[in-house]
């Protein structure tokens, strides 16, 4: 193992001691946990520690997996500090919509990584567009950049139509993240994959439309 790498590991485990330390003390997951009317009275620290709180150890296993299979991609392209800014601008920014979209639910509260992590995902898609990705439930090796899009797109379904418990503004929010943070780190990638650019912004394009005539 690397050095680049070993910031992968470090955030991994991390995540997993918090999240263990969430498990075991329930006061220490509900002063640390992502919620509305605490955040609103003050406690903005929860905006940052709920990205490392889980609700169980299969979301926790999903979401550090998940990292593992990207993280590298964005290392070993811009190097093992960026990785670091776009890991948790992401988690912010994912938090940040989060509270946007739902400021009037007092009660609303939300655990984990997945802000952050669907950052470096979209990272890594705006590095390498043309990787190809396989899902269990899919047989046949996708493009990244559409399996990108189609991310996003179902995001917004998903919150559009309140499909299970899960935090598809979080989701995107983080994306977002990933995307704007990686160009701002990358201006490159303006003259070697403006196309991408283009294609990659559109479910953000269209989560803006759908926000300001009223649709969503």
């Known amino acids: 193992m690397d050095n680049l790498s070993l910031v992968t590991i470090i955030i991994i485990v991390a995540n997993a001691i918090i999240s263990y330390k969430g498990f075991g003390d329930f006061n220490f997951f509900e002063k ?8 609103q009275k003050g406690e903005k620290i929860r905006m940052f520690s709920a990205g490392f709180l889980h609700a169980d150890t299969q ?19 811009l ?42 995902i979209y990272s890594a898609i705006l590095l390498q567009p043309g990787m190809k990705l396989m899902f269990f439930f899919i047989p046949i090796a996708i493009p ?9 797109l179902y995001s917004i379904y998903g919150m559009k139509n309140s ?36 294609l990659l912004a559109l479910p953000i394009v269209l989560l803006y439309i759908l926000k300001r005539t009223g649709k969503l």
Do not use: C, R
Not at 32 to 39: E, P, V
Not at 60 to 76: H, K, T
Not at 144 to 152: K, R
Not at 173 to 193: D, E, H, K, S
């Open 144 to 152: 990244a950049y559409l399996f990108g899009i189609g991310y996003l």
């Open 79 to 120: 190097g093992a500090f960026p990785f670091i800014v776009i890991y948790i601008g992401s988690l912010l920014l994912g938090n940040l919509l989060s509270y946007y979209f739902h400021k009037n639910e007092f009660q609303y509260s939300a655990v984990g990584a997945s802000g952050a992590v669907s950052g470096i």
């Open 32 to 39: 640390y946990k992502f919620h509305i009317g605490a955040i």
């Open 163 to 198: 499909i299970g418990n899960i935090g598809h503004d979080a989701h995107f929010g983080g994306a977002v993240g990933g995307y704007l943070i990686t160009l701002l780190l990358a201006p490159w990638l303006f003259q070697t994959n403006l196309l991408m650019i283009a």
């Open 59 to 77: 979301h926790l296993i999903f979401n550090m997996l998940s990292l593992y299979f990207f993280a590298d991609v964005v290392i070993n392209n």
